[in-house]
């Protein structure tokens, strides 16, 4: 399974764009990134995947550069109510689909 | 059409109790995971079932337990309960197979150890 490394936390202003970056090294060609939110107290909500290049979708942006090894989702003008914890993910790759998650990136959105 | 469902949504239990939660996946789904997160950590992955056989299972004692049953509902068991045990136990169903698809979790069982 992929290991990934990303920010312990992140601060922003509402309405700023946000950027929090991963890196996955040890990619395999078959896997894909995904990334989850988290609010206290609630089980992970699935943001947005890709497996190359960029993705948009109505929350976010994911991008990928063409060697994989890592990717950056992108939140544009964050609110209060994206404070939460953000998960990367790599999913997929030699029949295995197992979901592992790492201490993710506490996001803190500052009026 | 109804998400993933999990039961009890608390639960409180004496040290050396045993413990069984529950998990019904979406309707569809055949891929159950199950996680536990203590209060201010990350999830831990504890199982993850898929058509009814055990997949995977994280570092945890062998206490630590579960099934899927044939309508693919999961069951997980935790046997002589520690204190360090007391986390939100979450659960989660997929596509599963060999299909990379997008997770879908409960809303977590409570278990408090006392």
């Known amino acids: 399974l992929a290991k990934t490394t990303q920010p312990i936390s992140m601060d922003s202003y509402e309405g700023q764009e946000v950027n929090i970056t991963c890196s996955h090294n040890n990619i395999a060609t078959n896997d894909y990134i995904t990334w989850y939110q988290q609010f206290p107290s609630q089980g992970p909500r699935f943001i947005i995947q890709?497996?190359?290049t960029k993705v948009t979708n109505e929350v976010a942006s994911l991008f990928i550069p063409a060697d994989r090894k890592s990717s950056t989702l992108s939140l544009p003008r964050v609110s209060l109510s994206d404070t939460a914890v953000y998960y990367c993910?790599?999913?997929?790759?030699?029949?295995?689909?197992?979901?592992?998650f790492g201490k993710g990136t506490k996001l803190s959105v500052i009026p | 059409e109804a998400g993933v469902t999990q039961s009890p949504t608390h639960l409180i239990k004496t040290r050396g109790q045993q413990a069984t939660l529950r998990c019904s996946p979406i309707s569809g789904h055949t891929s159950v995971y199950w996680y536990q997160q203590a209060l201010g950590l990350g999830l831990q992955f504890l199982l993850w079932?898929?058509?009814?056989?055990?997949?995977n299972r994280g570092n945890f004692p062998p206490r630590f337990s579960g099934r899927q049953f044939p309508n693919y509902s999961s069951e997980l068991n935790v046997n002589a309960l520690e204190l360090e045990d007391s986390a939100l136990y979450l659960c989660?169903?997929?596509?599963?197979?060999?299909?990379?698809?997008?997770?879908?979790f409960g809303q977590g069982t409570r278990l408090t150890v006392v």
């Open positions: 989660a169903s997929s596509l599963g197979g060999e299909r990379n698809t997008e997770a879908f």
């Open positions: 890709g497996y190359k």
């Open positions: 079932y898929d058509e009814g056989e055990e997949r």
């Open positions: 993910l790599v999913v997929g790759g030699a029949g295995s689909y197992q979901l592992t």
